[in-house]
């Protein structure tokens, strides 16, 4: 990478300072909302008031990181728990990715044991559900998502009140509001 001149020009914030490449040990960041720590990140900072400048080259060096992290964690379902779950399902690789919406190029990509590249979040999230589903027979979806957050640092607060069954489908979470259908 070139690191010198990753962040070498005047300051489009304020205009007067000159944007230095600046290399960070520990440097706390969000990916995809998430936390993380990288551990030697290089941002361009401003010499006049210090505003700080990102790069995308580095931003998507910090979320490979971040994902090699995280399969190191296991966060996602490995390539052999994929390839259980579709086989308990009766499944080609064709028909699971039309069960979860995604490409049979996609799954044969998930499944291979030395894999690129994970799950997307939410495809591994959707698996996750359909095994619990699947082992369980009903499953709390909400609580369930809340859960997986909860295990990487993020906790999300449901904003419930009292919901009568009318408005049942008005379910606002903080970030986010998902409307789903109720069942006449
Ligand atoms: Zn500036």
Redesign the pocket.
């Known amino acids: 990478m070139k690191t010198q001149s990753l962040f070498e020009y005047?300051?489009?914030?304020?205009?007067?300072?000159?944007?230095h490449t600046t290399r960070v040990r520990n440097y706390k960041t969000k990916i995809k909302g998430y936390p993380f720590i990288v551990d030697e990140a290089l941002i361009g900072v401003?010499?006049?008031?210090?505003?700080e400048q990102f790069a995308p080259e580095e931003t998507r060096r910090w979320e490979e990181q971040f994902f090699r992290v995280l399969e190191a964690r296991h966060a996602f379902l490995s390539p052999q728990e994929i390839t259980a779950l579709r086989n308990t399902l009766g499944l080609s690789m064709e028909d699971f990715g039309r069960l979860i919406g995604c490409t049979r190029q996609s799954i044969s990509a998930w499944e291979k044991v030395d894999r690129a590249a994970s799950p997307s979040w939410m495809a591994d999230l959707l698996m996750k559900l359909v095994r619990q589903s699947l082992h369980a027979g009903m499953v709390d979806v909400l609580r369930m998502l809340l859960d997986e957050a909860k295990q990487w640092g993020v906790v999300i607060e449901i904003r419930s009140r009292a919901i009568s069954p009318e408005e049942r489908e008005d379910v606002a979470l903080r970030t986010k509001r998902v409307r789903r259908e109720v069942p006449s």
Do not use: L
């Open positions: 005047p300051c489009p914030e304020c205009g007067i300072g000159k944007v401003c010499d006049h008031r210090g505003v």
